[in-house]
């Protein structure tokens, strides 16, 4: 078995692709509608350095899929940052932390020097928080 994707909720799909593909520098790896199953989208992006994952772009479905108060506790949670969190790894995290504070990317906490390395805390559009870490040399590879 491998992972072949994870999924974020988010709360608008052109605005999340805007973010991973125009800010973060990923690629699209599906982008397809379905209209026999309600105009459902299916938007996959990843990095370029790995074609064979993706990060599922998911938009908060209703029902009969959701219902309406599961949807707004799925909404509350991505507001507070816990609907989700990915966890990315580079070779310069102050490098990328300043590219992507110069693109507009809110951070929650900037580059610090933890027990695996060196690590700062970022949100996309939706309130989906994502770790950016240039890891230690015992953890790389982990």
């Known amino acids: 078995m491998h992972v072949q994707n994870a999924q974020l909720w988010v709360h608008d799909q052109d ?11 990923w690629e699209v790896r599906n982008d397809v509608t379905m209209a026999e199953i309600g105009g459902f989208r299916w938007l996959t992006v990843s990095p ?13 479905p209703g029902p009969p899929v959701m219902d309406s108060e599961t949807a707004e506790q799925v909404r509350s949670l991505m507001a507070k940052g816990f609907a ?10 102050d490098g990328d ?11 929650t906490t900037a580059p610090t020097d ?3 390395g060196r690590d700062c805390g970022l949100r996309d559009p939706s309130g989906n928080h994502l770790r950016l870490a240039q890891l230690a040399p015992q953890f790389a590879g982990a």
Do not use: H, N
Request: negative net charge; hydrophobic residues 50%.
């Open 15 to 25: 605005e999340a692709l805007d973010f991973y593909v125009g800010k973060l520098g």
């Open 48 to 60: 370029p350095s790995q074609p064979d994952f993706a990060v599922v772009l998911m938009a908060i």
């Open 84 to 93: 989700g969190t990915v966890f990315l790894t580079t070779d310069d995290v």
């Open 97 to 107: 932390y300043k590219r992507l504070l110069e693109a507009g990317v809110e951070f």
């Open 114 to 116: 933890v027990p695996y």
